[in-house]
């Protein structure tokens, strides 16, 4: 694991005809795009809900998710259709444009990664337009947690997973890996939404130990899928560079936003940076751990025992240092239930994070069988 290995497409999967055949990080880079609009939209909007409150269908913040989905949506129909045709032409569709294909209903022939993020932006409409019908019953959300939102995040997140798939299937191409990391960041930095729904008081911090779980299972599966360690920490790097971005935008533009709107602030926000807080600025901590749990089994030590020792050092790592986080962003106290719950929630960490360990080298695995092989058609 302490080397990067280039995947290796079969041959005679090389990119063939025009547009995005022939220029599989357009669309890539498209999608990528999208998840960051969605990742920025979400970040202002979790900080609208904290600072100010209530909020509408249409909201600036909203139409940045919206318009992320919709591209991602438009740009894996594309694809699909660009895909379909050149099969049914004869051509050979190069496995870096979404990975391997797939047929859906007898007819059309979708790269993987392109159908999970199509899937994903499809689902998003419906949860959407329960989302207006929402807000037409009721009114504007006090909270980000109802019902239409849940169904919403979460096909963001499978919209995201296809954008890592499509930048994953790309492997040997110099633009691969950079965007990969990217999307990587992307999208564990997005699925850190879901720790507002759990309770951090508690024998168990369950915001952390859930934390350290995500974390693993994303460090793990870039280790396992690139078979190097300088990808895992140029993730971790990357995600602390965009936990600070948002820290600095989120809070400026939900004031200048509610000004512009005339609608005050709550008596008591602080504007602390919503988002970022519920990100781990220790990540890299965690991928030395897996750096170092490499060093402790050696290069003939099994893959399991790696992945399971690195996530579970790792995992203990983010429990015991994630609570103090908040003193990065202004907080004059450590939020804590005390000793008992710090040590409790740190062997849990450990063990959430062996798991995640675990799951994020079979991810990677899976990922690489995007690129290995012949492209081959199955039935959905």
């Known amino acids: 694991m302490t080397e990067t290995v280039a995947l290796r497409r079969s041959a005679g999967a090389g990119a063939t005809g025009k547009g995005f055949l022939a220029r599989p990080w357009v669309p890539a880079g498209t999608l990528l795009l999208a998840s960051a609009s969605t990742l920025v939209g979400l970040a202002w909007d979790l900080q609208w809900h904290g600072d100010v409150g209530p909020d509408t269908f249409f909201t600036l913040p909203h139409l940045f998710i919206y318009a992320g989905s919709a591209v991602s949506g438009l740009v894996s129909l594309a694809v699909v259709l660009v895909a379909t045709a050149a099969t049914r032409s004869g051509r050979v569709v190069d496995n870096a444009v979404g990975g391997r294909r797939v047929a859906v209903f007898g007819v059309f022939q979708a790269p993987l990664g392109y159908l999970v993020s199509g899937v994903g932006s499809a689902l998003f409409l419906l949860y959407g337009l329960w989302d207006e019908w929402w807000h037409g019953l009721y009114g504007f959300d006090a909270v980000i947690a109802s019902p239409p939102h849940v169904g919403l995040l979460t096909s963001v997140m499978l919209a995201m ?220």
């Open 161 to 380: 997973l296809g954008s890592v798939m499509t930048c994953a299937a790309a492997a040997g191409q110099r633009w691969s890996t950079p965007a990969l990391l990217a999307s990587v960041t992307i999208f564990l930095g997005f699925s850190m939404v879901v720790l507002v729904a759990l309770p951090p008081s508690g024998m168990v911090n369950g915001r952390t130990v859930t934390m350290a779980l995500l974390s693993m299972t994303a460090l793990s599966c870039v280790a396992s899928f690139t078979r190097g360690l300088r990808a895992v920490l140029g993730t971790a790097a990357a995600l602390l560079a965009v936990q600070v971005a948002l820290a600095f935008f989120s809070p400026w533009a939900t004031r200048l936003y509610a000004a512009s709107e005339g609608l005050p602030l709550r008596d008591y926000t602080r504007g602390l940076p919503q988002m970022s807080m519920l990100m781990p600025a220790p990540l890299p901590l965690a991928a030395c751990a897996l750096a170092l749990a490499t060093l402790l089994t050696g290069r003939a030590g099994s893959p399991a025992v790696t992945f399971a020792l690195g996530g579970a050092l790792g995992g203990a790592a983010l429990a015991a240092t994630v609570p103090w986080q908040v003193l990065l962003f202004g907080v004059d106290r450590v939020v804590t239930g005390g000793a008992a719950q710090a040590g409790v929630t740190i062997v849990v960490g450990a063990l959430l994070g062996a798991a995640g360990g675990l799951l994020g080298a079979r991810l990677g695995r899976a990922m690489r069988l995007l690129v290995a092989g012949p492209a081959v058609r199955e039935v959905v």
